[in-house]
């Protein structure tokens, strides 16, 4: 089931619902969603194999939609494998607490980049403390459940090991297969460093702040398997439309895997409600969910050579055949002669429902 015909089926309902909690870069998603593969534009593609002319409607691109981005995702997984380490790999998850999401929905912008600042310094600051080594990893910013409840948190995925340095050189050490840190005391840290820099910023605090903060550590084997979990929740949105399973009487339904069991659950919710537990996690414009830190960052290429060098890591190779559109009468490759965008239709940013139709807000 598509979310623009839902979208377009319960737009009334929704924005009498949620019109007024709405930002900007909402009705964006919601207009791109609504135009994708429709009013984006097309391309002209031509087969000289069968002489064929044919024309495809453009994506919308946003990186809400789970119709756009797939490919993305595949080609961040492709680069992530090309740094990949013979260790055992940790995924680390910070939570933020639940008195700090208000705090967080009215300032995302900002308290998301201190959530993930908070979360790998606050590894470094154990790495080097603890095991004297400075950490690589990669963080990615979730702000959903798997029953899409507002809910922001950290995951990172990091190699057991770091560069040690010593009278002015550096050495890999290999940390032990079965434990990183404990995760009160990780937690702890986490807790001082994330309220310090919210100080910083002169964000004021709510009262009834928790002392024992949330933060769990698992080994992920080699690395492979939770790069590939990341990666499926990176560029497709929220939600794949293959979990909408019906739309009756007002009311979507939609599945889920729960967590603990591993089992796939039901879940049905009004139409208005399962579009704003969709919309609220549009991310700001321009923001950077996902961050390489350390020896694993874009400009410590060198660095990184060096140790792959040293562990003799032998990696897969790059692809080069890069996904053709093929020709729907002989299979062959088409080539594009013509690109057409068209602007997007601006339905949900300068409009609100009246009580009867849309009129300008």
Known sequence: MKIRSLIEKHQKAFTDHYGQRLLPGHRKALDAMLACRRDCGDFLTHCQHCNTMQKHPLSCGHRSCP??????????????SQKLLPVTYFMVTFTLPQELRSLAWQHQALV??????????????????????????????????????YHPHVHIVLPGGGLMRKNGRAYWKTLSEDYLVNEFAMARVFRGIFLRK??????????????????????????????AYLSYYLYRGV????????????????????????????????????????????????????????????????????????LKVTLPPKSKNKKKMKCKSCFSTLTVLLVEPKRTPMRFRFYTVSDETLTPG
């Open 67 to 80: 119709q756009c981005q797939n490919q993305l995702g595949e080609q961040w997984l492709e680069r992530q």
């Open 112 to 149: 998301y980049d201190i959530l993930l600042k908070a979360a790998a310094e606050t590894l470094q600051t154990i790495g080097k403390n603890n095991h004297g080594i400075q950490l690589g990893m990669t963080a990615i910013l979730h702000t959903h459940t798997r029953t899409k409840d």
């Open 198 to 227: 919210l100080f910083e910023q002169s964000l004021e605090l709510p009262n009834g702040l928790p002392k024992q903060w949330v933060a769990h550590v698992r080994n992920v084997g080699k690395g492979e398997k939770a790069l």
């Open 239 to 310: 939600i794949s439309e293959n979990d909408i399973l019906a739309d009756q009487d007002g009311s979507v339904t939609f599945q889920y895997k729960e967590s603990k069991t591993n089992t796939l659950k039901t879940e049905k919710l009004s139409a208005p409600t399962f579009l704003w537990k969709l919309i609220q996690h549009v991310l700001p414009r321009g923001f950077r969910r996902v961050r390489d830190i350390g020896f694993l960052h874009g400009n410590a290429k060198k660095i990184l050579k060096r140790i792959q060098f040293v």
